[in-house]
């Protein structure tokens, strides 16, 4: 077992427009402009031990997302946490942010949906917490 890694520090996502996006991720999960460069910038929610987001200006067309070829779910690679997974899923909509569908347990309440960025890039939310968080 590794005791070099202690969290995840980062993560980082392709955009083509970096202020558009800057103001996206800005406004849908309130995170706050830590630095900004010429073609990139690092987002922050300023709470100790959540990642950072850094917002990387590209030309590619890659998206982040992938196919689960056993149960032809598409999935994003990121989950952000909401304690109001339903109030949030109907303030993307009112928004015009396009959303997936909503996948709540009808038993407990837990569950989440994608929702995109303005480069297509699948996000999703959820209202799970695990053991650390």
Known sequence: MSTFISHVATVEIPVKNLQTSIAFYQEVLGVELHFQGDRNAMLTFNKKGVPTIFLVETASTESISFHNSHT???????????????????????????????NANPDNGFGGFGFKDPDGN???????????Q
């Not at 690679?77 to 899923?89: K, R």
Request: proline fraction near 2%; glycine fraction near 8%; avoid cysteine.
């Open 122 to 132: 699948l996000l999703s939310a959820t209202n799970i917490l695990h053991p650390g």
């Open 72 to 102: 032809e779910v598409i999935h994003s690679i990121i989950d952000f946490y909401t304690h109001d997974l339903e109030g949030f899923y109907h303030w993307l909509k009112e928004k015009q942010i396009e959303v997936g569908s909503y």
